[in-house]
């Protein structure tokens, strides 16, 4: 089932600023994943949006918010143990990064204003080995594929601010 976290005006501005360092530390030291996605003008909006979805995760399975941005192979640090990935647009699907190790719990996410769907996860592996295979030849997981949130072995924190949504929304 997807999960609704809706965030306070704190939390939003808490992970816009940590986007923002993100961005300017991969504009300062020109490396990061995003680079390898050449020239992008929403990479600024891009690095909040995913900020805010790791602040959502947080929320939701009452993991602490870093916002952390340096890291190395399988050091996760977006929601404690999991990875989380946010899309724009409803239906898109998750991918796994080349770096993520084969057990990575991916949870994907899509933001709207100070409301984040959790729509469900998937472990990379799974990713790899039952996912289409679309941009750069890299394998995705569509929401209807993915695992409900409550499954992911975390109790999830429901509150007022966090709780489960039913149908497509």
Known sequence: MKVLVT???AELEEAAMA??????LYITNKRSWSESLGHNPRLWESNIQAAIAEMAVCI??????SGYVERGIGQCKDAGPLEVRTVAVKGYGVFAKPND???????????NNNQVILEGWATADEIRTHGTKVYKNMPVLYPHELHPCDMIGIPLQLSNRCCFVRGTD
């Open 7 to 9: 965030l306070t005006p």
């Open 19 to 24: 986007g923002t360092r993100r961005q300017l």
């Open 60 to 65: 939701a399975y009452a993991q602490e918010f």
């Open 101 to 111: 190790l084969p057990h990575q719990k991916i949870i994907l996410t899509r933001v």
